[in-house]
């Protein structure tokens, strides 16, 4: 393996930067880009480690984090709460693509981690999971509802996507999770 052998996936994976998706960057300025939320996800695995139930290995967790949205370069954001009936096949298919352009053993490292995450088995993948679902609430809840109202997203869809891997990955965030949903709630931020 040369570093020329890995110089087309660094290129790919900028295209990253473009793909926007529904939630807001923490001061409502804009919508984030999937890079943006790849890194933020990525470092607040980090900060949240000590608070896993679980052991994890932070490396693998890290790695999960910076990965688990790569297949958006080709399928595009999709809003948990959207339809999500093409989501599995257009995944698959991004991956393959954006996986060939490694040598095999990183390609095969990545596709490995990439599928361990949507598995969510492992104590690591649970825990980004947490995490993952955690962080679009936490924008909504920063943006007065931003991504909320403009779909039409009632507190019960909220619960009934997040609150499984949130309380499953991380019990205590869900705790914080829940108070931020009451609180949105009773602001009008986020509809019955």
């Not at 339809?83 to 596709?111: C, H, Q, W, Y």
Request: proline share 4%; aromatic share 6%; net charge negative.
């Amino acid at each position: 393996m040369t570093i020329e052998s890995l110089l087309p996936f660094i290129k790919e994976i900028d295209r990253l930067k473009k793909i926007e998706r529904q939630a807001l960057i923490h001061n409502g300025g804009r919508r984030e880009n999937s890079a943006e939320h790849s890194w933020h996800l990525a470092m607040t695995v980090l900060v949240l480690e000590k608070t896993s139930p679980q052991k994890i290995d932070i490396a693998k967790a890290v790695k999960m984090a910076l990965l688990h949205d790569i297949v958006e370069i080709d399928a595009g954001d999709t809003m948990v709460y959207g339809d999500l009936s093409n989501k599995k096949a257009s995944e698959a298919a991004a991956l393959e693509r954006i996986m060939g352009l490694l040598p095999n053993t990183v390609a095969e490292e990545f596709k490995s981690l990439w599928n361990e995450f949507e598995e969510g088995v492992s104590p690591e993948a649970k825990f980004v999971s947490a995490i993952d679902r955690f962080m679009p609430i936490f924008s909504n809840y920063l943006n007065e509802g931003y991504s909320w109202k403009n779909h039409k997203v009632t507190v019960d869809k909220v619960v009934a996507k997040c609150q499984p891997p949130i309380s499953e990955g991380l019990p205590e965030l869900w705790k914080v999770t829940e108070r931020m949903l009451e609180e949105s709630v009773a602001a009008g931020h986020l509809a019955r």
